[in-house]
């Protein structure tokens, strides 16, 4: 059974920082992409940022390029978002999702594995 299970999310003050994790069981986890999205209150689930199965580079919305990381540790099972120079705009729930191989990496549609999500909000 495969699991993706995020850190809690948290309160952060506009300019702030904050780091979140994903811990992957039950799939064979360097052969999937793993990636963020996020889904604020009335609006539609959006891409945030993913990585390939190897670690080899990352794609990001342009909301957030700049600003937020991600990376992936494949000995660990884990993916992780660092996210820097928080606005408040980048509150909302964040969702961990796995895919072998999406046709589209940044449609949420094309991930078959997802997190339960956890709350981040930026205060301003």
């Known amino acids: 059974q495969v699991q993706l299970v995020e850190s809690d999310g948290g309160l952060v003050q506009a300019g702030g920082s904050l780091r979140l994790s994903c811990a992957a069981s039950?799939?064979?986890?360097?052969?999937?992409?793993m990636a963020w999205f996020r889904q604020a209150p009335g609006k539609e689930r959006e891409f945030v940022a993913t990585i390939s199965g190897s670690g080899a580079g990352g794609e990001y919305a342009d909301s957030v390029k700049g600003r937020f990381t991600i990376t992936r540790d494949n000995a660990r099972n884990m993916v992780y978002l660092q996210m820097n120079s928080l606005k408040p705009e980048d509150t909302a729930v964040y969702y961990c999702a796995a895919a072998q191989s999406p046709r589209y990496y940044a449609d949420y549609r094309g991930y078959n594995y997802w997190g339960q999500g956890t709350q981040v909000t930026v205060s301003s």
């Open positions: 039950g799939l064979s986890f360097r052969w999937y992409r």
